[in-house]
Antibody, heavy 124, light 111 residues
Framework: QVQLQQWGAGLLKPSETLSLTCAVN????????WTWIRQSPGKGLEWIGEINHKGTTKYSPSLESRVTISVDTSKNQFSLNLSSVTAADTALYYC??????????????????WGQGTMVTVSS | QSVLTQPPSVSGAPGQRVTISCTGSSSNIGAGYDAHWYQQFPGTAPKLLIYGNSNRPSGVPDRFSGSKSGTSASLAITGLQAEDEADYFCQSYDSSLSTYVFGTGTKVTVL
């Protein structure tokens, strides 16, 4: 039974860097895309980016200039860094496992396992 | 910002059938990208309910079903139960935005 456990700072000041880590317990790291998603009342669910076991990343174009996702396969962990945060980055952040579902046109990840979520508040 | 539009709420009596629409466009569902569906209870993470338009993960009751047609996807709940009261979200990929996208969310209320 794969489980994701995430942690990181929950209160930041504007311009600081958000840092979260997610540990993958009980399953293989290979074959999946390790993903960060955030949820806020104003924007709903928003995909931030993903990484595979090789370290290949994809980011949301709207956040790409501020986002870094990294992986530590020796610890089965992956991390999110989001720089220069503002109040607009206040949200509940989730890590998730992206399972590539092969479709007619292309593979569309389905997020089948989620972490417990970390509420991040940006306030001066 | 969501490019997948869902009705804010739907409701039904126990035992009834309800459907939730997820309306996209020619750059996401209409382009042939699959839709997935999630169920979320207050204070908890979303749970994958339907993948690949119409497939249920192990453990999901068969009263949940999904379909896709044109630029839209749909989730149906038959034999509605009190425990189905939750928020539901669709998800797909958008080629214009080059990102995974989620629906606006629908709150299901069991009367």
């Amino acid at each position: 039974q794969v489980q994701l456990q995430q942690w990181g700072a929950g209160l930041l000041k504007p311009s600081e860097t958000l840092s979260l880590t997610c540990a993958v317990n009980g399953g293989s790291f290979r074959g999946f895309y390790w993903t960060w998603i955030r949820q806020s009342p104003g924007k709903g669910l928003e995909w931030i980016g993903e990484i595979n076991h090789k370290g290949t990343t994809k980011y949301s174009p709207s956040l790409e200039s501020r986002v870094t996702i990294s992986v530590d396969t020796s610890k089965n962990q992956f991390s999110l860094n989001l720089s220069s945060v503002t109040a607009a980055d206040t949200a509940l952040y989730y890590c998730a496992r992206g399972d590539p579902i092969i479709g007619v046109i292309m593979t569309v990840d389905a997020f089948d396992i989620w972490g417990q979520g970390t509420m991040v508040t940006v306030s001066s | 910002q969501s490019v997948l539009t869902q009705p804010p709420s739907v409701s039904g009596a126990p035992g009834q059938r309800v459907t939730i629409s997820c309306t996209g466009s020619s750059s996401n569902i209409g382009a042939g990208y699959d839709a997935h569906w999630y169920q979320q209870f207050p204070g908890t993470a979303p749970k994958l309910l339907i993948y690949g338009n119409s497939n249920r993960p192990s453990g999901v009751p068969d009263r949940f079903s999904g379909s896709k047609s044109g630029t839209s996807a749909s989730l149906a709940i038959t034999g509605l139960q009190a425990e189905d009261e939750a928020d539901y979200f669709c998800q797909s990929y958008d080629s214009s935005l080059s990102t995974y996208v989620f629906g606006t969310g629908t709150k299901v209320t069991v009367l």
